[in-house]
């Protein structure tokens, strides 16, 4: 059974960065697909980005050019980093594979607030 940890959220003012890490067990971030997703409150999960194995990069259209999805194998983690934060960007953001298994991690809470 996969299992994932995500941290690194907190809060944050509009323009600001933070680096989410994701650490993954019973899985490989190298040979499967992996994606970061979020949630706002009232919404449904969205998926933000994701990283191939072999390291093709999507984002929504919303993130492009301000998030950075990254994976380091010999941790078996995949990151987050995002920066020129918007309040819009305020979710609970998880990772997963993509398409999603059906684990999900307790995911970490980011919020953009002044």
């Known amino acids: 059974q996969v299992q994932l940890v995500e941290s690194g959220g907190g809060l944050v003012q509009p323009g600001g960065s933070l680096r989410l890490s994701c650490a993954v067990s019973g899985g490989s971030v190298t040979t499967n697909t992996m994606g970061w997703y979020r949630q706002a409150p009232g919404e449904q999960r969205e998926l933000v980005a994701y990283?191939?194995?072999?390291?093709?990069?999507y984002y929504v259209d919303a993130v492009k050019g301000r998030f950075t999805i990254s994976r380091d194998s010999a941790a078996n983690t995949v990151s987050l980093q995002m920066n020129s934060l918007k309040p819009e960007d305020t979710a609970v953001y998880y990772c997963?594979?993509?398409?999603?298994?059906?684990?999900w991690g307790q995911g970490t809470q980011v919020t953009v607030s002044s």
């Open positions: 997963n594979k993509t398409p999603p298994g059906p684990y």
């Open positions: 990283i191939t194995d072999a390291r093709s990069r």
